[in-house]
C-alpha cells in the first residue's frame, strides 16, 4: 500500500532585528477611568482605559476631548468596525501583541488571516493608531514569510481602503516585484478581479525603480527584509503626538 510523503516541516522565521524606533507604552499611571466602546453589528462592549486609547488614538482623542456626545457620555460606538478586528486592537492595547496564542482568535485560514490582519492595519489607519498599523506589518509579514502565498485577493481591499502613499500598499507592490516571476505575477489575476489599476501603476513603478527586472529573491532573501521600512514612526498617535505631525512616515 502507497504512503503518503512525509509532511514538509513548517518554516521557522529567523530572528529579526527589533524596530529602531518603537512606541514607548503607555505608563499604567496614565491609564486612568475606565469607558466602553461598543463595535460591530453585534454591538458587543469593551471596557478600556480611557488613558489607553487617548495615548494610542488621534481618532479617540478626538471623540473623548473634543467637545463630541462621547466626552460627557463616555461611551464611543463603532458599529461599522467588525469584532473580530476590535478582539485584536483590544488584546493589542493590553498585550502589546495581536492575538493571545496562535490558536486564539487567529484564522488558520490563510486567506482570513490576511482579511484581517489587512483589516486590522486599516483600522489604524483610520484612528490614527501607528504602533497598531506597524504591528498588523509585522504579522502580515511573517505570515506570509509562513505560509509562502501572495496576498492576491487582498489587493484590491487595501487599495480601496487606504490613501496614496499608504505603507501596506508599498509593502503589497514590494513583495510582487520581489517575490514573484512576471508568468507567476500575472497567474495571481488570471480573472481580472483581484488588482487594480493603481496597483498595477505601482508595480510598474516598482519594476522600473529595479531596473525593469523580476528580482525572485525567494523565501529566506524575504523573510530578513527591513521591515522598518514599513513602518509609520511617527510616534503614539494620541495626546502625545507632536503637534504638525500627519500621515504616515517610514523615517
Not at 100 to 116: E, F, I, R, W
Not at 128 to 139: F, R
Request: hydrophobic share 40%; charged share 20%.
Amino acid at each position: 500500500m502507497a504512503t503518503s510523503p512525509p509532511e514538509k516541516p513548517a518554516y521557522v522565521m529567523p530572528h529579526l532585528k527589533s524596530c529602531d524606533h518603537p512606541t514607548p507604552s503607555a505608563p499604567i499611571s496614565t491609564w486612568g477611568s475606565v469607558i466602553s466602546v461598543i463595535v460591530g453589528e453585534e454591538k458587543k462592549v469593551y471596557q478600556v482605559h480611557k488613558g489607553l486609547l487617548l495615548y494610542h488614538s488621534s481618532y479617540f482623542v478626538g471623540a473623548l476631548e473634543g467637545g463630541f456626545k462621547e466626552s460627557e457620555t463616555e461611551v464611543v460606538e463603532l458599529f461599522t468596525d467588525e469584532v473580530v478586528v476590535f478582539d485584536a486592537v483590544y488584546c493589542w492595547l493590553y498585550k502589546g501583541h495581536l492575538f493571545d496564542s496562535p490558536s486564539a482568535g487567529k484564522p488558520t485560514d490563510v486567506s482570513l488571516l490576511y482579511d484581517l490582519l489587512c483589516k486590522i492595519f486599516v483600522f489604524g489607519d483610520m484612528r490614527g493608531i501607528p504602533a497598531l498599523k506597524n504591528a498588523a506589518i509585522d504579522l502580515l509579514h511573517s505570515s506570509i514569510c509562513i505560509k509562502w502565498k501572495f496576498p492576491k485577493t487582498q489587493v484590491r481591499f487595501i487599495y480601496e481602503n487606504t490613501m496614496e502613499g499608504s505603507l501596506l500598499r508599498k509593502f503589497i507592490v514590494d513583495m510582487a516585484v520581489l517575490i514573484a516571476s512576471c508568468e507567476t505575477f500575472l497567474s495571481f489575476d488570471k480573472d481580472g478581479t483581484n488588482f487594480t489599476t493603481e496597483f498595477l501603476m505601482d508595480v510598474i513603478k516598482a519594476l522600473n525603480d529595479q531596473g525593469g527586472k523580476w528580482l525572485v529573491i525567494g523565501r529566506d532573501a524575504f523573510a530578513v527584509i527591513d521591515r522598518c521600512q514599513y513602518h509609520d514612526h511617527s510616534g503614539p498617535g494620541g495626546k502625545l503626538r507632536n503637534v504638525g505631525t500627519s500621515g504616515e512616515d517610514s523615517g
